[in-house]
């Protein structure tokens, strides 16, 4: 097996040393000639460094697709097969005829057993307000508006 590298991830970051260089470059040229043409010279470098690695990591993909050749016997390594997309079985016509409203069963509500006569109903009644603990903070004050 090839024992390369296919990653691209240092030809990026040579192109943007190479943009950086080339733009800082070609604005030092307007106030200091020997530092723009330096800059230019770094830009130059590191566009070639990343043409250089581009096609190493090239190269290095085509030797690992040849490999995969050689020890599948000649077969592609991946098969790519598409898969017949199933279609929707199409409706059945309508018959002309009208079909029959759905009855819907609506419950209803259980009826009220009354009161007996001796025992009267009685109301429940309401609890009382909660007194706030001591040492609690009252925050119902919070919200009001200050004039």
């Not at 990343?50 to 690992?64: E, F, Q, T």
């Not at 199933?86 to 419950?107: D, G, M, T, W």
Request: glycine share 10%; aromatic share 4%; charged share 25%.
């Amino acid at each position: 097996m090839p024992d390369c590298d296919t990653s691209k991830g240092l030809v990026a970051i040579d192109s943007l040393g190479a943009i950086g260089l080339g733009v800082g470059g070609l604005a030092a040229l307007g106030e200091d000639e020997g530092v723009g043409a330096v800059a230019l010279v770094g830009a130059a470098l590191f566009t070639a460094a990343a043409l250089h690695g581009s096609g190493n990591a090239d190269k290095c993909r085509a030797a690992l697709a040849e490999y995969s050749l050689e020890v599948s016997g000649g077969q592609p390594a991946m098969e790519v097969r598409r898969t017949p997309k199933k279609r929707r079985p199409e409706p059945e016509p309508e018959s002309e005829a009208e079909p029959e409203p759905v009855k819907v069963a609506r419950p209803t509500a259980p009826p009220k057993p009354t009161p007996e006569e001796g025992d009267p109903a009685e109301p429940t009644p309401e609890p009382a307000p909660r007194k706030p603990e001591p040492g609690a903070r009252d925050w119902s004050q919070f919200w009001r508006e200050v004039p």
